[in-house]
């Protein structure tokens, strides 16, 4: 069992920058696969980024070059950095773990229960 407990989110300007937390509780979290998603109001969740036990990590074309998603074992947790934000990325994000392997699809095990991102002038 896997307790995801995210933060970080808040209002930024245009062309800000924000840094997400996703701290994990419970066993192995090394040898999870995590990845973020969000949705935005009507629309359904997306995926954002995934990083795997072994630090391979993957991108939606949207995010790609502005996002970068890393992660600490040793404090069993994966952050999201944002950079460079746009209105479009308005959304709740969720962090998500998965024990077998990366996929960028929603068929996580476990989810955290998200944070409000708000990019607005």
């Known amino acids: 069992q896997v307790q995801l407990v995210e933060s970080g989110g808040g209002s930024v300007q245009p062309g800000g920058s924000l840094r997400l937390s996703c701290a994990a509780s419970?066993?192995?979290?090394?040898?999870?696969?995590m990845g973020w998603f969000r949705q935005a109001p009507g629309k359904e969740r997306e995926f954002v980024a995934a990083?795997?036990?072994?630090?391979?990590?993957e991108y939606a074309r949207s995010v790609k070059g502005r996002f970068t998603i890393s992660r600490d074992n040793v404090k069993k947790t994966v952050y999201l950095q944002m950079d460079s934000l746009k209105p479009e990325d308005t959304a709740v994000y969720y962090c998500?773990?998965?024990?077998?392997?990366?996929?960028?699809?929603?068929?996580?095990?476990?989810w955290g229960q998200g944070t409000q991102v708000t990019v607005s002038s």
């Open positions: 990083i795997s036990w072994v630090h391979s990590t």
């Open positions: 998500a773990a998965r024990l077998l392997g990366l996929i960028t699809t929603p068929a996580y095990d476990y």
């Open positions: 419970g066993r192995a979290f090394s040898s999870y696969a």
